[in-house]
């Protein structure tokens, strides 16, 4: 028989007594990790917070970020590849249509008055990214598809993104997001309202694998409030988790992440080489890019009205008045991993019309993609996360090429062949970042994705330092000017592994505190902290080809 409460109280009673001391209740660690997870659940709910993630930050920079989904027909229907899933007779690389978000400027005012509702970062039916986690996790079934569906749900089903949908396109820059379209006309005087001189420049970005164009919307919302038009695609290759396939006046279709093992050849005899799929998804990646160059140029000649009727998000009503007010003849292509191994690839034989790049922005050109190619012609800014560039990442995702080279070897041999060519370009890891930095992930869940990625730099500095980076780089492509990180000389032709990822570089990095010469170059006086250059146009290096500093 179990002794009663009131026994068991009188024995603590006559323990307190005899040793004089207050015994307290014992809680064990259960009952605290339960509690503080039960009043943490409550202040989410109470407060609208999201559950175990931070909400996306707001944009920085002159100008405030509108946002447009659109989903266009190609100008030509098309089967990139012959290949079909298997079972079936449904094509697998068949291109119908293109979609995409816009990220661009727009006013601070027009940005407060707009009433639209803001994009998801997860847009509907979220179960349909949760079953591509599921599979890209090689354990989806009815089960935990719908498990995964529930969790994201909980952690991110809230989260939006903080770019005024369907503002109009700004025509002039904000100096503040205080200040008034009058305090911006005073202080910007302009002829017309076209934007920059030449209309706004545009970048096209390709994601990465088991990505969706929302993945990273801070980095090109960030982008965009520093006056550049950024076209972050969904691709519809097999690599996107899951994507709603719409058309004008027909059924939805759903496209779920898949591989080589889900496709045969027409005649069903055979499977797809893992060389073969890869080069069927970078193909279609490149239609899907020419397709986008093709809606952004009809938009800029007077088109997007047909482009806002067609749209089954029913976004872009302010399109018409965007006519003229793009640079649709010098474009800069950009991408993260595969997308990065895919923005190499539509830089081959180029710039042509379909095409019309002028420079590129790769962030970790994928390993496992298949040979990078070389065939570049204009100026190329190469990134690699610390992780990337790290020896003990490069031992187990090692990407040979044609010749037998590591991939940082190979990464390297293109940015300097490009700078032989007389094309100024830049290749440099980011010290303490890992795969996912430039991605939304870190913002939304810090703690997790350092843990499980590697990543020491503050998940907002590291953001940063990648914008910063792509903002110099852009000046340079725009009008030459050659600044900040741009201007310093490759120092180490190799990643140098006993560099500090917590920002602390080694004896001899960085320079005198205090200098004229800190003064000079004002927030990059200690980009050491931040960065490896491995090649560089600038100076006479071992990568770093000749110029004046």
Not at 44 to 61: A, D, E
Not at 66 to 81: F, K, M, N, Q
Not at 359 to 364: E, G, P, T
Not at 527 to 534: A, N, P
Request: net charge neutral; proline share 6%; charged share 20%.
């Amino acid at each position: 028989m179990k002794p009663s409460f009131d026994v068991l109280d009188r024995e603590d009673k006559a323990r307190q007594a005899a040793t004089g001391r207050r015994l307290l209740p014992r809680l064990r660690v259960r009952d605290i990790v339960v509690s503080l997870a039960v009043v943490y659940a409550l202040y989410c709910y109470f407060f609208s917070k999201p559950l175990l993630v931070h909400p996306l930050p707001q944009h920085t920079g002159p100008y405030a970020v509108g946002a447009i989904d659109i989903e266009a027909p190609v100008s030509l229907p098309r089967t990139i590849h012959s290949a079909q899933f298997k079972g079936t007779d449904e094509k697998a690389f068949e291109l119908e249509t293109v979609l995409f978000t816009l990220y661009y400027p727009t006013t601070y005012a027009a940005a407060k008055s707009s009433a639209t509702k803001r994009h998801t970062w997860i847009p509907k039916p979220l179960s349909l990214r949760a079953q591509g986690y599921a599979r890209a996790a090689h354990i989806s079934n009815w089960f935990t598809d719908k498990l995964f569906t529930a969790v994201i749900n909980s952690l991110v089903g809230g989260i939006t993104i903080p770019a005024a949908v369907d503002a109009p396109l700004s025509g002039h820059a904000t100096p503040t997001s205080q200040a008034t379209d009058s305090e911006q006309a005073k202080q910007h005087p302009r002829t017309s309202d076209d934007g920059p001189s030449g209309g706004y420049p545009v970048i096209i970005f390709s994601h990465g694998t088991v990505s969706a164009r929302t993945d990273y919307s801070h980095y090109a919302g960030e982008l965009a409030a520093r006056g550049h038009v950024v076209v972050m695609l969904e691709h519809r290759d097999g690599s996107s988790p899951g994507t709603v396939i719409k058309q004008h006046n027909q059924p939805n279709q759903t496209r779920l992440l898949f591989d080589v093992s889900a496709v045969e050849t027409p005649e069903g005899s055979q499977s797809l080489t893992v060389e073969e799929f890869h080069q069927a998804q970078l193909n279609f990646r490149q239609a899907e890019i020419e397709e986008a160059v093709h809606v952004i140029k009809r938009i800029n000649t007077g088109h997007g009205a047909q482009i806002a009727t067609q749209n089954p998000y029913r976004e872009g009503a302010d399109l018409p008045k965007w006519a003229n007010r793009l640079n649709t003849h010098a474009m800069i292509m950009a991408g993260h991993s595969y997308g990065a191994t895919g923005a190499l690839q539509a830089l081959r034989g180029g710039p042509t019309d379909a095409r019309p790049f002028r420079a590129a922005i790769v962030l970790d050109p994928g390993k496992q993609s298949g040979p990078l190619n070389g065939d570049v012609h204009v100026p190329l800014l190469v990134v690699h996360s610390n992780t990337w560039s790290s020896s003990r990442r490069r031992s187990s995702s090692v990407l040979f090429s044609q010749d037998g080279r590591a991939h940082f070897d190979t990464v390297r041999a293109i940015v300097a062949a490009n700078n032989a060519r007389g094309h100024p370009s830049w290749f440099m890891t980011s010290i303490g970042t890992s795969h996912p930095s430039v991605t939304d992930a870190p913002l939304l869940e810090p703690w997790l994705l350092s843990f499980t990625t590697g990543a020491t730099i503050d998940v907002y500095q590291g953001l940063r330092q990648y914008v910063h980076a792509a903002e110099d780089f852009l000046a340079f492509v725009a009008g030459g000017e050659v600044r900040g990180l741009m201007a310093e000389r490759a120092e180490f032709p190799r990643y140098d592994e006993g560099a500090k990822m917590m920002m602390m570089g080694k004896p001899g990095q960085g320079g005198e505190k205090g200098t004229l010469e800190d003064l000079r170059r004002g927030e990059w006086a200690d980009w050491r902290r931040y960065w490896q250059i491995h090649v560089s146009p600038v100076g006479e290096g071992p990568e770093g080809g000749k110029g004046d500093k």
